[in-house]
């Protein structure tokens, strides 16, 4: 090369330091954790579906993800899928068989969202009365009856299981649901718990938020519908005064 020569390559860029690559990584790691957490705490939340409560809706291990922002942003609605806390005897969990390391490690990929939450201290139920609501069953045709107009159910019920074969007479707390599985026959719902905390009802602070889609598996991949058409008719609850609840059989 000539001293009248030059080259125009660029300048070489060195290669990163072993700590500032490990540092990058870290904190590209804990925002993805925090933003997942974000979305878990604020907007939605993965679940499975641990038993046949909510057959055909919903069968054992399909994964739904649930919106956080009902209650709160939004209204609760009857006919609404909700996940809630136990209010208080409903379950009584589901043991893990891991040991201590993989628990540990599942429950903090749970917490930040990564895994789906089990039901260890959460149902998922159909709500049927909301606060105010007069509930009943059973019509002269086995219908469940909400304010006094009897309700079409076939849309989400299991085939060939009856709207209730449990009879009950309720009327719904403020800030509280009624709540029944699609699969009448194989639900711990409020018609089963009236004798426990709460007589029945889940309190709205239980709520965790409402189903809105099935992800996994992926062959039942899809929206949950509401139904709104079979409350469509429900008038308004009476503002006068109802009758007291009545006790029903345990279950």
């Known amino acids: ?18 700590g500032s ?7 590209i790691v804990v925002s993805a954790l925090v933003l997942s957490w974000l979305i878990k705490t604020f ?3 993965a679940f499975y579906i641990p038993s046949g409560s909510m057959e055909n809706t919903l069968i054992k291990n399909d994964r739904i993800l649930v919106s956080k922002m009902v209650p709160g942003v939004f209204d609760v609605h009857r006919g609404d899928i909700v996940v809630f806390k136990d209010p208080g005897g409903w379950l009584t969990g589901v043991q893990q068989d891991d040991s201590t390391g993989k628990r540990i490690v599942r429950d903090a990929l749970t917490f930040v969202g990564i895994l789906p939450q089990d039901s260890g201290s959460h149902l998922v139920k159909r709500v049927i009365g909301l606060p105010g609501d007069h509930v009943t069953c059973c019509t002269a045709d086995g219908l469940v009856a909400v304010n006094g107009e009897p309700i079409k159910e076939a849309s989400y019920l299991k085939d060939g299981v009856e709207p209730s074969i449990v009879e009950f007479d309720q009327v719904v707390p403020q800030d509280s649901l ?6 009448r026959i194989d639900s711990g719902d409020s018609r089963y ?3 426990g905390p709460g007589g029945g009802f889940v309190p709205m602070d239980n709520v965790v938020g ?4 099935k992800m996994w598996p992926l062959d039942r991949l899809g929206w949950l519908r509401k139904p709104s058409e079979v409350f469509s008719t429900v008038p308004q609850p009476a503002e006068s005064s109802s009758p007291a609840p009545k006790s029903s059989s345990s279950h």
């Open 178 to 183: 009624w709540v029944m599985g699609d699969n």
């Open 210 to 213: 409402t189903a809105f889609v």
């Open 43 to 45: 907007l939605v939340q």
């Open 21 to 27: 690559l490990l540092k990058e990584t870290a904190i």
């Open 1 to 18: 090369m000539t001293a009248s020569q030059h080259r125009e390559d660029g300048p070489v860029a060195s290669s990163p330091k072993k």
């Open 193 to 195: 718990n009236l004798g």
